[in-house]
């Protein structure tokens, strides 16, 4: 009886493998085909360049520090410059640490003094608001 395996991986050793006694050629399953390729050698990428070879590239976008207006400045702690992803984690730490969301529906800030000041006098802002909240302090 001939058993058919199939190639699921070219780890497989080549060759044949028998199954019970010797005597019987049917017993002999192939495991892969006599004219599959072995595998190719990796070739030398970008990451494995020395460190000194790598150029550090210049933020761009939201990672792009900017100027912010003085509101803001007084809530982050009068930095001049910052991106907005640093400003979005600053609110979000201030938010957490004073806990300021809504027990009944953790999608809603309640705004406390600080957060007035940059959310334009809300009393309750949606967590999907933030961004878009935060869009008149950068310059």
């Known amino acids: 009886m001939a058993v058919c395996l199939g190639v699921f991986s070219t780890f497989q050793p080549r ?16 495991l892969a085909p006599a004219n599959l390729r072995g595998l190719r050698s990796a070739t030398i990428s ?3 360049k020395p460190a000194t070879e790598i150029k ?7 990672m792009k520090p900017r100027r912010v207006s003085p509101e803001m400045q007084a809530f982050i702690g009068g930095a001049p410059e910052i991106p907005r992803t640093q400003a979005l984690k600053e609110i979000w730490a201030h938010i957490k ?6 027990p009944a529906d ?32 950068f310059l």
Do not use: M, N, W
């Open 15 to 30: 060759g044949t493998v028998s199954f019970g006694s010797s005597s019987s050629s049917s017993s002999f399953v192939r």
């Open 97 to 102: 640490k004073h806990d300021l969301q809504d």
């Open 106 to 137: 953790k999608k809603v800030i309640i705004c406390d003094e600080k957060l007035k000041k940059i959310f334009g006098g809300k009393d309750r802002v949606g967590f999907l608001e933030i961004a878009g909240l935060i869009t008149p302090h």
């Open 46 to 48: 970008a990451a494995a």
């Open 56 to 62: 550090k590239r210049e933020p761009r976008g939201i």
